[in-house]
């Protein structure tokens, strides 16, 4: 294998995609240069302020891990807890990436038409691989760290061990998922093979999670007095430490030079195997896509016949949707979070205890309009509208060939939103009035609310996606996730729901105004807003699609 | 009549134009054959006919309507086949052309009526069930031209039609094309291809660094030097 050769691919990989340089222009608005700077500025900032607050966020909680388990005498519990979210969180995000970035990206065709060996290749790919989730490991892991200095203290192997964590940590779930990737290419012969591989690995996945979260549940029955509390929180913390070894491992690692050479020797070996089997399969593995993809697929006679314009860009935004598994597993995801959330609680059996609680705060004449905050901001985060225009790719351009108005196609988008989650926030909205037994008298009120201000963030989102779209992009990652319109977009959606908080709570709690007339003022609010959404989308199409 | 008219366009402030001064008509039953070097401003121009772009001065009228008085009735009047076809891989062909229909407004009757015959004429109807991802290139560049042709646009615009069509095919299209001149429409398209230019065109432009540097018949510049079509086209070129 020819080293220069490997970092050839990757230096080319650098200047073809230009991720840092892509990502800041992304930041940055307007046509005046001034504009320009300052918006990409403010914006940064506000990225680095949200990042660093979740940062603060995962410390805190790690802090606690630390102390509980110091409590217990199980030592580096925190820094446990650390290597594990991020081993978690790259065993969820980099599934779905595995086979865009590793076999399927459209220069591989080129690139292996080259005189460039299989194992070359597949090094520089795996390479690719872990760089594009090194930076959410080090976002999980460096709060842990730092909790590991604060509760024991600095020291020079400390910082060496570290240093190791960082770098050949994310190598574990990287490997893992490599050599599940390649089974599911093997296994579907490259037919569908990453939707079939999502869809078992998001169901492996929730039944580890509720599996965990169930079995630390029966254990967690907690006593108000300190002595009580440690006691039974002593047999939960080695149980966790138990169910997580290898990075109860890694956590000692840190401070133990021999169980560092263990784990990181482990680490290297399951690295090595996992190169050696993607470089002898790579061939392979990226011929059965080729062919898998290309095979011809009848479909079944659909129904093409006359509709209003308005309906077939419905159609074809939902088809843009169902086109990608990327695409349905975000949007199926946040559509269903609620439901989620009560099948893991109902699998924890903690479900009875908040219905328990909430009997308590029901009491308080806060608590209704705090639930219904609370299901909107819920349904309120989505990346459905504000990556509408980007999902589509550089198709978006066509719609400008089409003999329509600007304010058709927002329309468009804009009912597909209402029909996607304005149904399901109503759905889960009545759930909860049954459920917390909340009034039924005020429903229709906060039916209404909810839908307002959901139909408000939509055209607010598609007014930040038409303004500046992202059309150029390689997998679905990119046009959602990784797209700076859905950041911007979730603020949005936060800041659109703590506006109504501000009259819908905010009146009554500084001011003594009457819960009904409180919640007229956030209807009439949140209309005002929604109308301004609306202008604001039909500008921002009218100036893309003019 | 497509009317061009003193069109100017470059991509950045100081970057030399794409598009220079160009002025040109294309009437009623003619087939316009546009030829140029790469990057001479073809598909520049091509894109400012179809509103893909816009101009910086100047402006492109067919009719009499402008894309800037009238965006949606000018939009009506034209189908666009661009060089490299782009569609919606996980739709069916069929699926496109309803799309297509559904946009336009076209009733289910005529709709039905244009489909089976431009698909039976570019022999495309066993594949209108299929998903388009599953197509090569020259099934999608058929399909393109089937959706350009759904609406029955009055100017139709083809940017390098034959690449990637097998000479079946290319056959086929180019008889299709003279069909439509002869319908009284006007079809408009770019092409590297000389030999095409001179079997289809009944009038030709030679664009070289973004300005129009011939605008007649092919008969008419032959007649001035007793040259090839080639030869003529590097001299004018190259001269530019």
């Known amino acids: 294998m020819r080293i220069p050769v490997v970092l050839l691919l990757l230096k080319s990989y650098l200047k073809g995609t230009k991720p840092l340089r892509s990502v800041t222009q ?88 080259l005189a460039i060996s299989e194992s070359e290749l597949a090094l520089s790919r795996m390479i690719i691989f872990y760089f594009n989730f090194f930076p959410i490991y080090l976002f999980f892991v460096i709060p842990a760290l730092i909790v590991g200095i604060m509760t024991t203290g600095f020291s020079f192997f400390y910082l060496l061990s570290s240093l190791f964590l960082l770098l050949v940590g994310p190598m574990i779930p990287i490997s893992l998922v490599t050599l599940l990737e390649i089974t599911v290419v093997h296994l579907t012969k490259g037919r569908r093979a990453q939707r079939s591989g999502e869809l078992f690995y998001l169901v492996v996945m929730m039944a580890l999670v509720i599996g965990i979260s169930s079995q630390m549940g029966k254990n967690a029955e907690m006593t108000g007095n300190l002595e009580g509390l440690t006691h039974q929180l002593a047999p939960v913390i080695r149980k966790l430490t138990r169910f997580l070894a290898p990075f109860a491992l890694q956590a000692q690692g840190l401070y133990n030079p021999i169980l560092l050479l263990v784990w990181l020797a482990g680490a290297l070996l399951l690295a090595y195997i996992t190169f050696t089997v993607t470089a002898g399969t790579y061939h392979h593995a990226c011929s059965l896509l080729a062919s898998g993809g290309y095979r011809t697929k009848k479909r079944r006679k659909n129904n093409t016949g006359e509709q209003k314009p308005i309906v077939a860009l419905m159609k074809r935004d939902w088809t843009i949707l169902l086109s990608t598994s990327g695409f349905i597993f975000e949007l199926g995801g946040e559509l269903l979070i609620p439901l989620i959330l009560i099948i893991t609680y109902t699998a924890m059996g903690i479900i009875g205890d908040i219905s328990q609680a909430t009997k308590v705060l029901a009491q308080y004449p806060i608590f209704e309009p705090v639930v219904v905050l609370i299901v909107l901001l819920m349904s309120n985060i989505n990346l459905l509208s504000c990556t509408s225009v980007s999902r589509q790719g550089k198709l978006a351009l066509h719609d400008r060939l089409y003999p329509l108005e600007p304010k058709v196609f927002v329309d468009a988008k804009f009912y597909l939103h209402m029909a996607l989650v304005g149904t399901t926030n109503t759905i889960y909205l009545l759930a909860a009035t049954l459920i917390l037994k909340l009034s039924i008298g005020n429903l229709w009120f906060y039916v209404m609310l909810s839908l307002i201000s959901i139909a408000g963030t939509s055209y607010f989102h598609l007014a930040i996606d038409y303004h500046n779209p992202l059309l150029e992009w390689t997998s679905a990652q990119q046009a959602m996730k990784r797209n700076p319109n859905g950041f911007l977009g979730m603020l949005v959606s936060f800041l659109f729901v703590v506006w109504v908080a501000l009259f819908l709570v905010g009146l009554p709690y500084f001011f003594e105004i009457s819960q009904s007339n409180a919640l007229m003022a956030a209807l009439g609010m949140a209309v005002v807003t929604a109308k301004a959404g609306q202008r604001l989308a039909y500008r921002s199409a009218k100036g893309f699609l003019a | 009549m497509l009317i061009c008219d003193k069109l100017y366009k470059r991509y950045a402030k100081n970057a030399p134009y794409a598009v220079e001064d160009l002025t040109l008509k294309v009437g009623e039953g003619e087939i316009f054959g546009f030829l140029g070097p790469n990057g001479a401003g073809k598909s520049t121009t091509i894109k400012m006919i179809v509103s893909l772009l816009n101009s910086d001065s100047g402006e492109v009228s067919l009719d009499g309507i402008t894309a800037k008085d009238d965006p949606i009735a000018y939009k009506r009047l034209i ?3 661009a060089d490299e076809p782009q569609f919606y ?79 079946k095919a290319s056959f086929e299209v180019k008889n299709l094309l003279k069909e439509l001149a002869k319908e009284g429409k006007i079809v408009f398209f770019s ?46 070129t190259e001269k530019g």
């Open chain 2, 79 to 81: 189908g666009y086949v």
């Open chain 2, 89 to 167: 891989d996980k739709m069916s062909a069929n699926e496109h052309l309803a799309f297509i229909g559904d946009l336009y407004r076209i009733p289910q009757g005529e709709r039905t009526e244009r489909i089976s015959k431009l698909a039976v004429t570019l022999r495309l109807q066993d594949a209108l069930d299929d998903e388009i991802g599953s197509f090569s290139h020259g099934m999608r560049q058929k399909l393109a031209i089937i959706s350009a042709l759904l609406p029955a646009p009055k100017l139709l615009v083809l940017d390098e039609p034959m690449v990637g069509l097998d000479p």
């Open chain 1, 26 to 113: 992304r930041f940055s608005f307007g046509k005046k240069k001034s504009v320009r700077t300052i918006s990409g500025v403010v914006l940064s900032l506000l990225m680095l302020a949200s990042l660093m607050s979740f940062v603060f966020l995962l410390g805190t909680n790690y802090y606690n891990y630390q102390l509980v388990g110091m409590m217990v005498g199980v030592p580096h519990v925190g820094l446990l807890m650390g290597a594990a979210f991020a081993t978690l969180s790259l065993l969820i995000f980099a599934f779905p990436a595995a086979i865009n970035i590793l076999h399927a990206a459209k220069e591989i065709e080129r690139l292996r038409a």
């Open chain 2, 191 to 236: 092409t590297h291809v000389l030999e095409v230019a001179q079997q289809l065109c009944t009038s030709l432009g030679i664009i070289n660094e973004g300005k129009l540097i011939y605008h007649g018949t092919f008969e008419a510049l032959q007649n001035e030097r007793d040259e090839s079509l080639e030869e003529l086209f590097l001299e004018l």
